[in-house]
């Protein structure tokens, strides 16, 4: 019995019969098609490492059923743009290493979803998002973290305890402020908080020493924040690129003359 099965831009609306008895699946692809929802018999295929459900623009739902799928390590759903809500059983996916749900219109993520501890890939770019889980921190294996474009207000105390994460993405949302544990991610690399509502740079970020690439962008350029900016971004060592729209150019001159190894950028 085949272990893969590639349906990908067949014209599917619904899901085709009888494809639940090919119970040795480990790959399914269903991404560009027609799908509006999806039943219960998606459960019955326990041997699924990866699902592919992109692009089905019409995917209004999930069932339940989705969380007997123990084995799952790939769910991918970016662009099912009538997809509002995660079922609460994907919580169960305790092998799941990437989800992938990019573009939908999900209003939330499911307090569920911090029991996969094996996750290590969150993609939530563009959504409908204002919060997230509380206990997002319990995702231990966590190394990206995308989230841009989205309504995001405040981030949850816990997500200093992502230790294991390298890259956090947070372009275009409505935070105001960062919490004092952010300065617990000593692993992180690549941090984005442009277009956000920010009065000035928080003072958390300049804890982060393994920092290779930080976006602003859109912070008020007033002497206040240049000399905070002039006086601590030298301590972030390993910083290779700063991006900051407008950075007037005596503040550049400046920065070239106390952390010359960084590259001011517009991005």
Same mark, same amino acid.
């Given at each position: 019995?085949?272990?893969?099965?590639?349906?990908?831009?067949?014209?599917?609306?619904?899901?085709?019969?009888?494809?639940?008895?090919?119970?040795?699946?480990?790959?399914?692809?269903?991404?560009?098609?027609?799908?509006?929802?999806?039943?219960?018999?998606?459960?019955?295929?326990?041997?699924?490492?990866?699902?592919?459900?992109?692009?089905?623009?019409?995917?209004?739902?999930?069932?339940?059923?989705?969380?007997?799928?123990?084995?799952?390590?790939?769910?991918?759903?970016?662009?099912?743009?009538?997809?509002?809500?995660?079922?609460?059983?994907?919580?169960?996916?305790?092998?799941?290493?990437?989800?992938?749900?990019?573009?939908?219109?999900?209003?939330?993520?499911?307090?569920?979803?911090?029991?996969?501890?094996?996750?290590?890939? @969150? *993609?939530?770019?563009? /959504?409908?998002? %204002? $919060? #997230? &889980?509380?206990? !997002?921190?319990? =995702?231990?294996? +966590?190394?990206?973290?995308?989230?841009?474009?989205?309504?995001?207000?405040?981030?949850?105390?816990?997500?200093?305890?992502?230790?294991?994460?390298?890259? @956090? *993405?947070?372009?275009? /949302?409505?935070? %105001? $402020? #960062? &919490?004092?544990? !952010?300065?617990? =991610?000593?692993? +992180?690399?690549?941090?984005?908080?442009?277009?956000?509502?920010?009065?000035?740079?928080?003072?958390?970020?300049?804890?982060?020493?393994?920092?290779?690439? @930080?976006?602003?962008?859109?912070?008020?350029? %007033?002497?206040?924040?240049?000399?905070?900016?002039?006086?601590?971004?030298?301590?972030?060592?390993?910083?290779?690129?700063?991006?900051?729209?407008?950075?007037?150019?005596?503040?550049?001159?400046?920065?070239?003359?106390?952390?010359?190894?960084?590259?001011?950028?517009?991005?």
């Amino acid at each position: 019995m085949a272990t893969k099965l590639n349906l990908l831009g067949t014209g599917l609306r619904a899901w085709p019969p009888g494809l639940e008895k090919q119970t040795k699946l480990q790959e399914l692809l269903l991404s560009e098609n027609e799908l509006v929802r999806i039943g219960p018999e998606l459960g019955q295929l326990v041997e699924l490492r990866t699902l592919k459900l992109n692009s089905n623009k019409r995917l209004k739902q999930l069932p339940a059923e989705l969380g007997n799928l123990v084995k799952l390590q790939r769910l991918e759903l970016r662009y099912c743009s009538s997809l509002t809500a995660l079922p609460a059983e994907i919580g169960r996916l305790a092998k799941l290493r990437l989800l992938d749900v990019d573009e939908c219109a999900l209003r939330r993520l499911p307090d569920e979803l911090s029991t996969l501890v094996n996750l290590r890939t @969150l *993609l939530a770019q563009q /959504n409908r998002l %204002t $919060s #997230l &889980p509380a206990q !997002l921190g319990n =995702l231990r294996s +966590l190394t990206s973290l995308w989230l841009q474009s989205n309504q995001i207000k405040s981030l949850p105390a816990s997500i200093g305890k992502l230790r294991s994460l390298t890259k @956090l *993405l947070l372009t275009n /949302n409505h935070l %105001t $402020s #960062l &919490p004092d544990s !952010l300065a617990e =991610l000593k692993k +992180l690399t690549v941090l984005r908080l442009g277009n956000n509502r920010f009065k000035a740079i928080p003072l958390e970020v300049f804890a982060l020493e393994k920092l290779v690439d @930080l976006g602003v962008g859109k912070i008020p350029t %007033t002497p206040k924040n240049m000399k905070q900016l002039v006086d601590h971004l030298p301590k972030l060592r390993a910083l290779k690129t700063l991006a900051w729209p407008r950075l007037p150019d005596e503040i550049k001159q400046e920065l070239r003359k106390r952390a010359p190894k960084v590259r001011v950028v517009f991005r």
